[in-house]
């Protein structure tokens, strides 16, 4: 259930309060139109957001896991 919560948040808002979807897509379009390959660009961008909301929906998974193991 906080996982599920967590994962929101962080496709909702900033992620990691640093890097905000509306930069990285900016930052890939901007190297998309200097070299002239949008589709890379943009399907990296969003290999990056993919990867980091995997890694932290593990982490996550961990310590719910360790969590209940507690109580």
Same mark, same amino acid.
């Given at each position: 259930?906080?996982? $599920?919560? @967590?994962?929101?948040?962080?496709?909702?808002?900033?992620?990691?309060?640093?890097?905000?979807?509306?930069?990285?897509?900016?930052?890939?379009?901007?190297?998309? @139109?200097?070299?002239?390959?949008?589709?890379?660009?943009?399907?990296?961008? @969003?290999?990056?957001?993919?990867?980091? $909301?995997?890694?932290? $929906?593990?982490?996550?998974?961990?310590?719910?896991? $360790?969590?209940?193991?507690?109580?």
């Amino acid at each position: 259930m906080l996982v $599920n919560e @967590a994962s929101i948040v962080i496709k909702g808002t900033a992620l990691l309060s640093v890097i905000t979807v509306v930069d990285v897509l900016r930052t890939a379009q901007q190297i998309a @139109a200097e070299s002239l390959r949008p589709f890379e660009t943009l399907l990296g961008a @969003a290999f990056m957001f993919v990867v980091v $909301n995997l890694l932290l $929906n593990a982490c996550a998974r961990l310590i719910e896991r $360790n969590v209940a193991l507690r109580t």
